[in-house]
């Protein structure tokens, strides 16, 4: 990659992580992304997914490979002092001022997008690359259909056709010039979920017996829930059923007839995932039998787990080899985060490959912290891998 086209993606890169935006709200930045696109010459299409935009670059006949990048930030505050911070805030629907960053590197995965764009443009090859700058990869936020950017993206139809996709994430704990994957299951099924538990007031001393108590009721839930996976399932599997918020009650002699818990649940496997989603309904359903409380439960995030492809990695490795050198191309192990590009490996074979981009620091935090910095020299690889991915990928 020449110097001004690294520039130029350093550039665009940081003029995205000073203006972020949350999931579909992403506006400025595709208008950003179709603006460079229209320097490149590539065709593309608008609010795909509602905020997202497709590229198509079309050299003859052949097939079609998929090269995706996620747009949205975090609901977090910056705390780094660079000259590029973000200081943006969004206003939610309270009228409260939330702060924005780009703490995921969905920045940086933009700019590499669009610099595999810039490489293919000028590239020899038969078929077509369809560039897709997903929005609201991190939550599913006011979507009516509860459903995240990458799920809309496939139900849409934008992998119809297509032989193979890939994608990329920043990884702000491995060094710069290293790759890391994980064959098959590589990330885990997500839920976030909501139960409600609806009781009957009533004075807590004088006349308990005439409520139901949510709060009492709320609790046995959160017990019986969480005994779920030592005891129902095979104990080498992967997986977390954690809650993490709890509100309810109105005085402290009045018994409480409404409790709201969240929580998520996390699983390697899908169907272990589906197993304890159907056990804790038994649950739910039971305890409201038992008390005389209605209790409902909501998920307003369901993500499959992530299927990385051994044949597309095989078909990668002298690509990987070229790029990073046989010695920096790291095996990991699976982990309990999630992502929305299983949607798309649920459809087509894919590969999802995190890239090292560890600061200088002494000091360097993970994904979605305040501090989080992404060592921009990682852009270069990431383009190159994306481009050259898609020229092997069309030839194999």
Do not use: W
């Not at 003029?15 to 949350?22: K, R, S, W, Y």
């Not at 077509?128 to 991190?138: D, W």
């Not at 491995?174 to 997500?190: D, E, F, I, N, T």
Request: aromatic residues 8%; negative net charge; proline residues 5%.
């Amino acid at each position: 990659m020449n110097k001004e086209l690294v520039e130029n993606l350093v550039r665009i890169r940081r003029q995205i992580h000073a203006n972020p935006e949350i999931g579909y709200q992403e506006t400025e930045t595709a208008a950003l992304v179709c603006k460079e696109l229209d320097k490149l010459g590539i065709p593309y299409r608008e609010h795909i997914a509602k905020t997202g935009v497709v590229g198509l670059l079309k050299k003859g006949e052949g097939p079609c490979i998929v090269l995706r990048a996620d747009m949205d930030a975090l609901p977090i505050k910056e705390e780094n002092d660079f000259s590029f911070k973000s200081t943006k805030k969004m206003k939610a629907a309270s009228g409260v001022e939330i702060p924005l960053m780009h703490a995921c590197g969905h920045d940086v995965h933009t700019a590499m997008l669009l610099g595999a764009a810039a490489l293919l443009k000028d590239s020899d090859f038969k078929g077509s690359v369809k560039f897709i700058f997903q929005p609201s990869e991190e939550d599913v936020y006011d979507d009516p259909e509860h459903k995240s950017g990458g799920q809309h993206i496939v139900e849409a139809g934008e992998l119809e056709n297509v032989k193979a996709a890939l994608a990329l994430h920043v990884h702000p704990l491995l060094p710069v010039g290293k790759v890391a994957y994980k064959l098959g299951q590589a990330l885990a099924c997500s839920g976030y979920f909501k139960i409600e538990v609806k009781g009957k007031m009533a004075h807590a001393a004088i006349a308990p017996h005439l409520g139901i108590d949510a709060v009492l009721i709320a609790s046995q839930l959160i017990q019986t829930i969480s005994a779920l996976v030592p005891k129902y399932i095979f104990p080498s599997e992967a997986i977390v059923i954690a809650f993490t918020k709890i509100h309810g009650g109105v005085a402290p002699n009045v018994i409480a007839d409404n409790v709201l818990i969240e929580g998520t649940i996390r699983a390697l496997d899908l169907n272990v995932f589906n197993e304890v989603k159907a056990r804790m309904e038994k649950v739910i359903q039971g305890t409201a039998l038992a008390s005389g409380a209605t209790i409902s439960i909501d998920y307003n995030l369901n993500y499959p787990s992530l299927l990385n492809d051994k044949n597309v990695h095989n078909d990668l490795s002298g690509v990987l080899s070229d790029v990073f050198g046989a010695g920096n191309i790291v095996p990991v192990d699976a982990i309990l985060g999630s992502e929305d590009f299983a949607f798309y490996t649920r459809k087509v074979p894919s590969m999802f490959y995190f890239l090292g981009a560890q600061d200088v620091a002494e000091q360097c935090y993970f994904l979605h912290h305040p501090k989080v910095v992404f060592n921009e020299v990682c852009i270069p690889y990431g383009s190159k891998l994306l481009a050259e991915g898609a020229l092997k990928l069309l030839k194999e």
